[in-house]
Nanobody, 132 residues
Framework: QVQLEESGGGMVQTGGSLRLSCAASERIFSTYSVGWFRQAPGKEREFVAVISGSAGSVSGGHTYYADSVKGRVTISRDKANNTVYLQMNSLKPEDTAVYYC????????????????????WGQGTQVTASI
């Protein structure tokens, strides 16, 4: 059973930056796709970013971003430390939410990456608050 643990959340002023980390219990990040999702109170869980894993002859490392964060957020992975990062800059009040990392084996394509139900493994979440 893969276990994920997020860290790095906190409270910042509008315009500030945070770097979230997602650490896994096993060395999975080369072959697993890892995404970040967020959920604000009273709202549905929404996609933020994903970095794809490899599968067979298909190489990984492809990244996709939600339009709402594109240009402000960067997802990356450190295979040596078995960690995926989400660097968030120019934070806005509407970015306030609980952020979750999620993982699934193999490559993930354009038709699935934003669908939270296709990720079987989830962390407990970390709170991000951008205050005015």
């Amino acid at each position: 059973q893969v276990q994920l643990e997020e860290s790095g959340g906190g409270m910042v002023q509008t315009g500030g930056s945070l770097r979230l980390s997602c650490a896994a219990s096993e060395r999975i990040f080369s072959t697993y796709s890892v995404g970040w999702f967020r959920q604000a109170p009273g709202k549905e869980r929404e996609f933020v970013a994903v970095i794809s894993g490899s599968a067979g002859s298909v190489s990984g490392g492809h990244t996709y971003y939600a339009d709402s964060v594109k240009g402000r957020v960067t997802i990356s992975r450190d295979k040596a430390n078995n960690t995926v990062y989400l660097q968030m800059n120019s934070l806005k009040p509407e970015d306030t939410a609980v952020y979750y990392c999620a993982a699934r084996p193999g490559f993930i394509g354009r038709t699935d990456y934003y669908r939270w139900k296709v990720y079987p493994y989830w962390g407990q979440g970390t709170q991000v608050t951008a205050s005015i």
